[in-house]
Each structure stands twice: as structure tokens, then as C-alpha cells.
């Protein structure tokens, strides 16, 4: 599959300057830009789907968007998944409107037309009103993405049939996301449901937010912080012991400090489950990596999921036109928890960073009014400023990605910035720079990796 | 399940309580969270529970834990709750919001217990932002008042948010 768009070809260079450290107001608000978005950006990348957990059995299925596309992601009775458009052939109207669920056929509300899981046209009402040579069934199922992936239970999917693999696309930062998919044996699930809520702001908000905006914190939340933790403010950040990662747009900030987030969870069964597991953790995925897990962090994978390692929060930003999103949160636990556990998680995520927690309701008015008076036709024309920490990049022996030094910063929020633009400018994935040279190279488990990278 | 009352309550408590409730509305319009905390029982439980939109016919099994809930909170999560508002910290607050809510279709039925009544109302909640912007929530409720000397205090309720997508960006507010 191959999506193509013909016109407007602009330079989107202008709207950023990232060695200097600026943006363009308009990429938050302009129509064009977010239309060309949902092109060469979400067409194009692999994006998150699903967790495997939550369609474990023949025929469990889920609907979801990629970018403003609707889509089913349904497991199949050989166990694979697939994913394809919620949209029927015929008219396309949408043809399952449940959030999840099971079943063994998707029937079309509109003419009748039925689908299999697979997306395959089984028949319809009346079909003797076709004649011969009408409709080939075979060509006419739900339309099937390009590619399916599935890194360690997150399932992704891509419309672009010349994307790199899922491997290649997530890079070195799947030494990142092992901390929270790998930090134990038997891997992730997802518990509870999924809690959908509409943001009036433009999504790229979301997505810098989380992956690198520790500095919004101790200001934004800081009724949260004190009400959590007898009205003593959040404590200062070591900026000597703190780090931004960027790979290829996606990024990872965190502390060394090992505990921070699981303070923020507030639920002390839960610090003490990870300290018991965290010698093993150290065993698995070596030192530097079981001090990073648990501390206070957050990350997005490029172009639009964030979570918040230790709190276990997982999102997705969805796209709904320049000035709206719609979120989509989910509780992510290890497997081999016990219920107890899992239960005190999901209890602490919701207190925190669902949408009646401490911490969440303050983001988003913030986002919203960002993007709304960003707007303003005098206001748009103004940069806006992007440059903290600019002088701190440093190469560091253990930790991939482009490296910054201190957690408040604005690098890794450059990094996603310099892969929107990378995606919006280059139409071939192979002429896009790395951002930076890979370490990990082919490596299928970051587990095993010797010497410097197991440190 | 039918909602048939055992012996329908009293028309002093159907009064009293369905009083508490308007009274209950207005102190939270009005902001005055402490005197919304002095109307709940020392036990009380507080729950919002996640939906997820399935076909009539859907065959799959419910969720190993359930599916999730927003709000779990007792007395000492709603008083934090509380603190937080008052800190002065909550920047989305400032200038205030305003906040109304309607309370309807209220139904007072006897309990098993005879110092309680269970009660059904509907609640929307109309929220006019800081950034001017409006937002309209409706739910559902079901709680347990308790008559406890001379007034009723809520001991439990149960809140059905009637959206599969909130409207909002948050659920600072209480329902
Ligand atoms: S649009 Fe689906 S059957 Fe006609
Ligand atoms: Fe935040």
C-alpha cells in the first residue's frame, strides 16, 4: 500500500529552527499542515494498535484509529493479528461500532455485507440481487493494513507497505522500553479497560509533554504534589544525574534515582514489589537500567504513544482534526504481578494520571489554551521557545540516543521536532537521516547485550 | 433487577433526603468542600467504574480484575481530594470555574437496613472554564444515605458517567 498525495509541496524548514531552538506557532493550529500530518505522518509510520493482552483469544477484537482512519484489530484463529479499516467496500459505512469485544463476523449496519475477522466478504442480505460477474468477494473484504508488529506485546500497524521494520523503526529505543515491557520474566498485559476522553488541543502537545517536559511538573502539578505528600512541593531535580534520550523522535527522560515515579504512584505495596524484584531486574537488564526503572520519567514513542515508566500510565494521542485529540489511557502491569499488585497499579494510576487524578486534570487546559491562542492571527506568526539545555548534549558510554544532560531540558522535544520535520520534508524512508547512528544494530534482545550497553 | 421498595420509605425521610441532595449541590457549587465533607459517612465509598461500548451479543468473558474504575475513593482520598482544591496551587481553578449542577429523577427506596435508604439520581453537571469554554456532563447515580442523629450522610455512590468519550479534559469535579 502506498499512499500518495499530490500538491502543496511546502518547506516545512521554515516553520523550525532546532539548532537554534524555535518553533513555528502555526504547526499547532494550521488545517494544511495537520491535513499534509495525517499524510506523510501518520500514513506513513508505524503507530501503535494494541496491546496483545487485550485480544487474547480466537475472534477478541478492539477498534481503534491510526492517525483518523478507522481500524479493527482483531486476533485470528491461527493467533495472528490483523489489522484493517473499519470501513465496508460497498458505501463505507463503518462496520463494527464496539469498542472490543467478540465475535465471529463483522456485519455491515447499512446493506448487510458481512466480513469474517480477517476482514474477508462472506456474503450479504438478498445476495441473489448480484449477478454473476457483479462483486468478486475476494477483492472486496475490509482493506488490510500493510504490515502488523508486535515488539514484546505492543501491537503495531503501518499503512505503508515501504516502512523499515518494526525493529529498525523503534531502533535503540528499544533499550528504553524494555524497562517497562521486559523488567520481568513473563512480560506486560493490559488490566482494566481503556478510558477515552476529547482534548480541544492540537496533539502534538500530548506527545512533547511526556517526552520531555519534566520541567512542567513541579509548576503544573504542584497542588498535586502537596496534596499527595503532606504539602511539601515536589523536591528539585538532580541535574547532574538526570538525562534526555532521543532516538529517531522517539524519547525517554529520566533520573538514576530509581524511586521517584513509584513516590508519585503513592501506593507503598507497589515500591515494595519492585524492590524485591529490582536485584533480578539488575540481573536482566543490567544495573544502569534497573536504577533508570522507577525513577521519575516519562516517554513517547514517535509519532504519538507516551507512558509513564514506574506509574503505568499508557496513552495514546489520536488525532482528530489541528485543534482536537482524543486521549486514550490504559493501566500496564507485568504479567507475573500478583492480583493484589496489579490491583494497588491500577488504583495508584487512576489517584495520579487518570482523568480524576491528582496529576492529570492539570495538564490539559494547559494544552488546550496553548493551542487555541496560539491561534490568534497576529499570535501565530510569533516563535515560540525551545531552547533549554541546548549546550548539555553529552556522549555517554551506556545510554543510546542523542544524550542530554539534566532532566529539565527541552531536547528531547527537539528530537521529536527534527523527525516531524525529517518525515514531513523526505518521501523515502531511506533518505531520512538516523537521528542518531543505531548502536543496538540488529540486536533481537537488548537482554543480551554484552559489555558497555549491559552496564 | 426490579427496584421494589420493601416498605416504601417514610415521606419525611423521601423529603429529608432528597433535600440533602439539593443541599449537597449547592455547597459543592458554592465551593464549600468542607461542609460537602461533613454531609459523608466516615465509611463512605466513592466509585466510578470504566465502560467499555459492546454489542448486545458479545461474547467475551469479563475482565480477569474487572473493568477498571476512575474513582475508588474513601473518606481520606475525598478529603485529599479537597486539600488539593484548597491549596491555592490549582492554577485551572484561578479565576474560578462555574460550576452547576442539576439534580433529577431522584428515587428514595427503603434498604435492608432500616437506618438507610438507597437512593437513584440523575446529576448534570454544567462547567463554564477558565478559558470560557463549556462542558456538560450527565450521570447517573446510585448511592446509600444513612440517617446518623438528626441528618443523613452518604455512605456510598456509585456513578454511571453517561459518555463513552468524556467531553472534558478532566474529572476535576465532584459528582
Ligand atoms: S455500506 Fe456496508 S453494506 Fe452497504
Ligand atoms: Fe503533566
Known amino acids: 500500500m502506498r499512499i500518495e498525495r499530490i500538491g502543496r509541496e511546502p518547506d516545512y524548514s521554515r516553520y523550525m529552527d532546532l539548532k537554534e531552538g524555535w518553533l513555528d506557532r502555526r504547526i499547532f493550529s494550521d488545517a494544511d499542515i495537520y491535513e499534509e500530518e495525517l499524510y506523510r505522518i501518520f500514513a506513513r509510520s508505524w503507530l501503535f494498535v494494541a496491546h496483545e493482552s487485550q485480544i487474547p483469544s480466537s475472534g477478541d477484537f478492539l477498534t481503534t484509529h491510526m492517525g483518523e482512519d478507522a481500524v479493527i484489530v482483531a486476533r485470528q484463529p491461527d493467533g495472528s493479528i490483523r489489522v484493517m479499516l473499519n470501513s465496508c467496500p460497498h458505501r463505507g459505512n463503518k462496520v463494527c461500532f464496539a469498542d472490543a469485544g467478540n465475535t465471529r463476523r463483522f456485519v455491515c449496519n447499512y446493506h448487510g455485507w458481512a ?107 504542584d497542588s498535586g504534589a502537596r496534596s499527595m505528600n503532606n504539602g511539601q512541593p515536589f523536591p528539585p531535580i538532580d541535574m547532574q544525574n538526570s538525562y534526555h534520550a532521543s532516538m529517531n523522535g522517539h524519547g525517554w527522560e529520566f533520573g538514576t534515582e530509581g524511586v521517584g515515579d513509584l513516590v508519585l504512584l503513592g501506593r507503598p505495596k ?122 548539555r548534549e553529552i556522549e555517554h558510554d551506556t545510554l543510546p540516543g542523542i544524550v542530554y544532560r539534566g532532566q529539565y531540558n527541552d531536547a528531547n522535544q527537539r528530537g521529536f521536532y527534527q523527525r516531524w520535520l525529517d518525515m514531513m520534508t523526505h518521501d523515502e524512508f531511506g533518505k531520512m537521516p538516523a537521528r542518531p547512528e543505531p548502536r543496538l544494530g540488529n540486536v533481537a534482545e537488548t537482554r543480551d547485550l554484552p559489555g558497555l550497553f549491559a552496564l | 433487577m426490579l427496584d421494589r421498595p420493601l416498605a416504601p420509605p417514610p415521606v419525611e425521610v423521601i423529603v429529608a433526603v432528597t433535600q440533602a441532595l439539593h443541599r449537597e449541590a449547592r455547597l459543592l457549587d458554592n465551593e464549600d468542600l468542607d461542609g460537602w465533607l461533613a454531609m459523608l459517612g466516615k465509611d463512605v465509598s466513592y466509585r466510578l467504574e470504566l465502560k467499555s461500548r459492546r454489542f448486545r451479543a458479545d461474547r467475551s468473558p469479563p475482565l480477569p480484575l474487572g473493568p477498571g474504575v476512575i474513582f475508588n475513593e474513601d473518606l481520606g482520598r475525598l478529603k485529599m481530594r479537597v486539600d488539593r482544591l484548597k491549596s491555592g496551587f490549582v492554577w485551572a481553578e484561578d479565576p474560578p470555574n462555574y460550576i452547576r449542577r442539576a439534580v433529577s429523577n431522584v428515587e428514595v427506596l427503603a434498604n435492608q437496613a432500616d437506618n438507610e435508604v438507597r437512593v437513584h439520581s440523575v446529576l448534570v453537571m454544567h462547567r463554564n472554564r477558565i478559558d470560557g469554554t463549556t462542558r456538560l456532563l450527565t450521570a447517573g447515580r446510585t448511592d446509600r444515605w444513612r440517617s446518623e442523629g438528626s441528618c443523613w450522610l452518604l455512605a456510598s455512590r456509585d456513578i454511571v458517567l453517561d459518555h463513552s468519550v468524556m467531553p472534558d479534559s478532566n474529572l476535576n469535579a465532584f459528582f
Request: glycine share 12%.
Open chain 1, 115 to 221: 466480513f469474517d475477522t480477517a476482514g474477508d466478504l462472506k456474503g450479504m442480505h438478498e445476495e441473489y440481487c448480484y449477478d454473476a460477474g457483479d462483486i468478486d468477494f475476494k477483492n472486496h473484504g475490509l482493506k488490510n493494513v500493510a504490515k502488523v508488529g508486535n515488539y514484546k506485546g505492543l501491537v503495531f500497524a503501518t499503512f505503508n507497505s515501504d516502512a523499515p521494520s518494526l525493529e529498525a523503526w523503534l531502533g535503540d529505543f528499544r533499550w528504553y522500553l524494555d524497562m517497562i515491557l521486559d523488567n520481568e520474566e513473563g512480560g506486560t498485559e493490559f488490566i482494566g479497560g481503556c478510558i477515552k476522553s476529547v482534548i480541544s488541543a492540537n496533539w502534538k502537545f500530548g506527545v512533547e509533554n511526556f517526552i520531555g517536559d519534566a520541567y512542567h511538573a513541579g509548576w503544573t502539578h
Open chain 1, 270 to 391: 507497589v515500591m515494595d514489589y519492585y524492590n524485591k524484584i529490582r536485584p533480578k531486574m539488575a540481573e536482566r537488564l543490567g544495573e544502569m537500567r534497573s536504577k533508570i526503572f522507577g525513577s521519575v520519567a516519562s516517554a513517547s514513542i514517535f509519532p504519538n504513544v507516551s507512558f509513564l515508566p514506574g506509574i503505568s500510565t499508557f496513552r495514546q494521542w489520536q488525532p482528530k482534526g489541528p485543534m482536537q485529540f482524543e486521549l486514550k489511557t490504559w493501566v500496564i502491569v507485568n504479567k507475573a504481578m500478583p492480583d493484589d499488585i496489579k490491583e494497588e497499579v491500577t488504583k495508584g494510576v487512576m489517584q495520579t494520571f487518570g482523568p480524576g487524578g491528582t496529576f492529570e486534570m492539570d495538564d490539559g487546559e494547559n494544552w488546550e489554551n496553548c493551542t487555541t491562542v496560539n491561534r490568534g492571527v497576529v499570535t501565530r506568526h510569533e516563535r515560540l521557545h525551545y531552547r533549554c539545555g541546548i549546550g
